[in-house]
T-cell receptor, first 111, second 119 residues
Framework: GESVGLHLPTLSVQEGDNSIINCAYS??????FIWYKQESGKGPQFIID?????DKRQGQRVTVLLNKTVKHLSLQIAATQPGDSAVYFC??????????FGRGTSLIVHP | GAVVSQHPSWVICKSGTSVKIECRSL??????MFWYRQFPKQSLMLMAT?????????EQGVEKDKFLINHASLTLSTLTVTSAHPEDSSFYIC???????????????FGAGTRLSVL
């Protein structure tokens, strides 16, 4: 698989609201999924991961949900803050050593 | 967590010159590293897989003579943009795989990126 060179979809939220960022994946053999956060002008950073034998995993203010039936992944951010403004990428490990990144979503948090 | 250092963070060069970007794994060894290119408001595009001690593997459409990759040690990979032209202006990012402390699976540790502007 390869990343898609399309313009990023944008999600705008108000500070304090909850945010939900969605990602669809294509490889049904993928057994591990990761969310990364990329702030403007920086490299992506790991946020949270989930194995395919789970359907939910929680971190600090973030929750990842995995629906293998429809090959869908979501990242929920509770009480979104201005510092959460960034581009969020999902990635899947489908057995290949090469990471496969999703399209990315630009999250804009309005104070 | 593991740290990947990328240098320089920003470079401006004249058309026709070559630019070298370094990617270092600071506290772990990386037999494999990845190089990406990112255009504004777009996703990461994998350019090549850098392999320590052997040739890099380039993605389809990426010119290997244009983007020279050298992975001479377990902690350093370099990307050289040769005879750079304005269309090569972009944000270049490297990553190295490491283990996630929580799951034990491989995740990517990214450098901070290099903004290349070719005049």
């Amino acid at each position: 698989g390869e990343s898609v060179g399309l313009h990023l979809p944008t999600l705008s939220v108000q500070e304090g609201d909850n945010s939900i960022i969605n990602c669809a994946y294509s490889n049904s053999a993928s057994d591990y999924f990761i969310w990364y956060k990329q702030e403007s002008g920086k490299g992506p950073q790991f946020i949270i991961d989930i194995r395919s034998n789970m359907d939910k995993r929680q971190g600090q203010r973030v929750t990842v949900l995995l629906n293998k039936t429809v090959k869908h992944l979501s990242l929920q951010i509770a009480a979104t803050q201005p510092g959460d403004s960034a581009v969020y990428f999902c990635a899947e490990n489908g057995g290949s050593y090469i990471p496969t990144f999703g399209r990315g979503t630009s999250l804009i948090v309005h104070p | 967590g593991a740290v990947v250092s990328q240098h320089p963070s920003w470079v401006i060069c004249k058309s026709g010159t070559s630019v070298k970007i370094e990617c270092r794994s600071l506290d772990f060894q990386a037999t494999t590293m990845f190089w990406y290119r990112q255009f504004p408001k777009q996703s990461l595009m994998l350019m090549a897989t850098s392999n320590e001690g052997s040739k890099a593997t380039y993605e389809q459409g990426v010119e290997k003579d244009k983007f020279l990759i050298n992975h001479a040690s377990l902690t350093l990979s370099t990307l050289t943009v040769t005879s750079a032209h304005p269309e090569d202006s972009s944000f270049y990012i490297c990553s190295a795989p490491g283990t996630s402390g929580s799951s034990g699976k491989n995740i990517q540790y990214f450098g901070a990126g290099t903004r290349l502007s070719v005049l």
